[in-house]
């Protein structure tokens, strides 16, 4: 008889377990986010320009994006701000510092590639999101600017890949808000 019981219990138990969601912290979101950001690195995207490097990480007032990209197209430049002489100034390094409990909304983008696509965050106000661009030559010194919306490269080989992404924003969403106001 108490073979049976333990028998069920165990059964009971296993069931119990199956049915329980995986819930990853902040830290183990970050690091998944950051892992597929990087497929990107050594991709075309933009006409010709290449991602050298990316960075997705925590900083003590929230996450900081950030990435190098090299390449002849006129998106590897700062396209914002054309010198007095014309043209583009190369300026390859940008980064995007933000609070993602100020997220309003998570779209996807694409521009006409092949395979990258961006996650598009956009925020509540202009004033959430603090842009600096650098690496610029010596006669232009890159900028800081309030920017609406912060956009991630990301490989998408199917629809799912936008989809599992952009559940992991909400999730590292979801987290900041209850970490800034837990009974909210």
Same mark, same amino acid.
């Given at each position: 008889?108490?073979?049976? +019981? ?16 995986? /819930? #990853? ?14 497929? /990107? &690195? ?6 010709? @320009? ?6 997705? /990480? ?11 990209? @090299? $390449? @002849? ?15 583009? &100034?190369?300026?390859?390094?940008? @980064?995007?510092? +933000?609070?993602?409990?100020? &997220?309003?909304?998570?779209? #996807? ?13 956009? +925020? ?14 010596? &006669?232009?010194? $890159? ?11 990301? #490989? ?27 009974? $909210?």
């Amino acid at each position: 008889m108490k073979q049976v +019981f333990f028998a069920a219990l165990f059964v009971l138990v296993g069931f119990c377990s199956m049915g329980q969601d995986i /819930t #990853l912290t902040k830290g183990e979101t970050i690091n998944y986010i950051n892992k597929q950001l990087q497929k /990107t &690195v050594g991709l075309e995207y933009n006409d010709g @320009s290449t991602v050298e490097s990316i960075a997705f /990480t925590e900083t003590a007032k929230g996450l900081r994006f950030s990435y190098t990209a @090299s $390449g @002849s197209s006129k998106y590897a430049y700062n396209a914002y701000e054309k010198p007095s002489w014309g043209g583009y &100034v190369k300026c390859p390094d940008r @980064s995007y510092e +933000f609070d993602p409990i100020y &997220v309003k909304d998570i779209t #996807l983008k694409s521009y006409g590639h092949k395979n990258i696509r961006y996650l598009n965050l956009s +925020f509540i106000k202009k004033e959430l999101v603090k842009e600096k661009i650098s690496g610029c030559p010596e &006669v232009y010194y $890159g900028r800081n600017q309030m920017v609406n919306d912060v956009l991630f490269f990301f #490989l998408m080989a199917e629809e799912k890949d936008f989809d599992k992404l952009k559940k992991a924003f909400q999730h590292l969403i979801a987290l900041y808000k209850a970490e800034d106001d837990p009974f $909210g």
